[in-house]
């Protein structure tokens, strides 16, 4: 027979927090009535709404998959590590065989880059991709994408030819990080770091924009960072979740970090997907009551023992990402690479959201005055130039 909990005891515990028609669920209800005019902000993995309080429509803004220049920009920074995984699956397979799968997805990865080179134009980031923060940069990124398509090419035509070009002696000395005078004349570390740098540069610049024009009162403000974001271990701590620092640093630090909240597993939403006028009215009652569930036990904790001291939430950037201390620290940004992808904790884009954010702060939200290591200082061959 399996156990089951006296019933009186169950009866207890329930009595507390755990139904809708415990204290706890009625103090989170009783507060949600005070607090029905402070706006919510609810972040996910992909897309950012604003529920403004007392029954006023959300407002939703994207800032990945289904935004100008994402994809393409992810797909550039994308291709060096395509080769990588390709020259981990050389090593493990012991086979360069004509019926290895390396080789396989080599020669459709080829197929795909020639498509891209062949695509990538100024016409393309002017007019159709057409996204403000790259205003100006545009033929520095053509020349950028044409040269990571060339490099890139180069690398697996030469290892489909002699496999022994697919290890990572090879790809580090001629492809990752060649010395000056070896290999490609821009190390592909450049290359991602460059391309995270310019995809996130549009992120803060335009959901920050978004937000201030809000004219939100950030003092009342509640701010929640649900569902998954990236790998399903990354983004979960305030540290980790580059949301969290971009909302904070958008209020101009007005914003508690406290009242910032990462509930990787609330439930999420999706542009593409959105519920009708019910279906957003209960999702935000939702949000606003997880919210302040969370936030009960911190106002009762303050009342409850006034005499011991308290915690007090301080936040941290990145996880302790090394700092660059200016455009030619490629050692920092090196290891910045290495740190998200070793650190499962780590969303992609932490290797360069810290950053990107001071920077744009620094330079009074002007992208253009925004140095971004491996594109600023860095002169990419112009296109048509191989």
Same mark, same amino acid.
């Given at each position: 027979?399996?156990?089951?909990?006296?019933?009186?005891?169950?009866?207890?515990? !329930?009595?507390?927090?755990?139904?809708?028609?415990?204290?706890?669920?009625?103090?989170?209800?009783?507060?949600? #009535? /005070? @607090?029905?005019?402070? &706006?919510?902000?609810?972040?996910?993995?992909?897309?950012?709404?604003?529920?403004?309080?007392?029954?006023?429509?959300?407002?939703?803004?994207?800032? !990945?998959?289904?935004? +100008?220049?994402?994809?393409?920009?992810?797909?550039?920074?994308?291709?060096?590590?395509?080769?990588?995984?390709?020259?981990?699956?050389?090593?493990?397979?012991?086979?360069?065989?004509?019926?290895?799968?390396? !080789?396989?997805?080599?020669?459709?990865?080829?197929?795909?880059?020639?498509?891209?080179?062949?695509?990538?134009?100024?016409?393309?980031? !002017?007019?159709?991709?057409?996204?403000?923060?790259?205003?100006?940069?545009?033929?520095?990124?053509?020349?950028?994408?044409?040269?990571?398509?060339?490099?890139?090419?180069?690398?697996? #035509?030469?290892?489909?030819?002699?496999?022994?070009?697919?290890?990572?002696?090879?790809?580090?000395?001629?492809?990752?990080? &060649?010395?000056?005078?070896?290999? %490609?004349?821009?190390?592909?570390?450049?290359?991602?770091?460059?391309?995270?740098? /310019?995809?996130?540069?549009?992120?803060?610049?335009?959901?920050?924009?978004?937000? *201030?024009?809000?004219?939100?009162?950030?003092?009342?403000?509640?701010?929640?960072?649900?569902?998954?974001?990236?790998?399903?271990?990354?983004?979960?701590?305030?540290?980790?979740?580059?949301?969290?620092?971009?909302?904070?640093? @958008?209020?101009?630090?007005?914003?508690?970090?406290?009242?910032?909240?990462?509930?990787?597993?609330?439930?999420?939403?999706?542009?593409?997907?959105? &519920?009708?006028?019910?279906?957003?009215?209960?999702?935000?009652?939702?949000?606003?009551?997880?919210?302040?569930?969370?936030?009960?036990?911190? =106002?009762?904790?303050?009342?409850?023992? &006034?005499?011991?001291?308290?915690? *007090?939430?301080?936040?941290?950037?990145?996880?302790?990402?090394?700092?660059?201390?200016?455009?030619?620290?490629?050692?920092?940004?090196?290891?910045?690479? +290495? +740190?998200?992808?070793?650190?499962?904790?780590?969303?992609?884009?932490?290797?360069?959201?810290?950053?990107?954010?001071?920077?744009?702060?620094?330079?009074?939200?002007?992208?253009?005055?925004?140095?971004?290591? %491996?594109?600023? =200082?860095?002169?990419?061959?112009?296109?048509?130039?191989?």
């Amino acid at each position: 027979m399996n156990y089951q909990p006296d019933p009186a005891f169950a009866g207890l515990f !329930r009595a507390f927090t755990s139904d809708p028609q415990s204290i706890g669920g009625h103090l989170s209800v009783q507060m949600a #009535e /005070l @607090t029905a005019r402070d &706006p919510i902000i609810v972040s996910t993995g992909s897309d950012i709404v604003l529920f403004p309080g007392d029954g006023a429509a959300p407002k939703i803004e994207s800032f !990945r998959k289904s935004t +100008r220049g994402f994809i393409e920009l992810t797909a550039v920074s994308h291709l060096p590590l395509a080769l990588a995984y390709l020259a981990r699956m050389r090593e493990l397979a012991g086979n360069d065989g004509a019926e290895a799968q390396w !080789r396989t997805d080599a020669q459709r990865l080829l197929g795909h880059v020639q498509k891209t080179r062949e695509a990538n134009s100024l016409q393309l980031w !002017r007019e159709y991709v057409n996204v403000a923060s790259f205003a100006g940069y545009e033929q520095k990124i053509v020349n950028l994408v044409d040269y990571t398509c060339g490099a890139s090419l180069n690398m697996l #035509e030469r290892a489909l030819q002699d496999p022994t070009q697919l290890s990572f002696d090879v790809l580090n000395a001629q492809f990752f990080a &060649p010395r000056a005078g070896d290999g %490609g004349s821009v190390p592909m570390n450049d290359v991602m770091f460059a391309t995270f740098g /310019l995809a996130y540069l549009d992120i803060v610049y335009r959901i920050g924009n978004w937000l *201030r024009e809000q004219r939100l009162d950030w003092s009342r403000a509640m701010a929640l960072v649900s569902g998954q974001a990236g790998r399903p271990t990354a983004g979960v701590t305030w540290a980790s979740n580059n949301m969290c620092y971009l909302l904070w640093r @958008t209020s101009e630090r007005v914003l508690l970090p406290e009242r910032v909240l990462v509930a990787p597993h609330a439930p999420s939403f999706s542009v593409a997907q959105l &519920p009708d006028e019910a279906g957003l009215a209960k999702l935000e009652r939702n949000y606003r009551l997880l919210w302040l569930n969370t936030r009960a036990s911190i =106002d009762v904790a303050r009342e409850l023992f &006034p005499d011991h001291a308290g915690y *007090r939430f301080e936040p941290q950037t990145a996880d302790g990402m090394p700092p660059i201390t200016d455009l030619s620290d490629r050692t920092a940004t090196t290891a910045r690479l +290495r +740190r998200i992808m070793e650190d499962p904790a780590q969303l992609l884009s932490n290797c360069v959201a810290d950053y990107i954010v001071d920077k744009l702060h620094a330079n009074g939200n002007d992208p253009t005055r925004v140095p971004i290591p %491996g594109f600023t =200082d860095v002169e990419y061959p112009p296109k048509g130039s191989a």
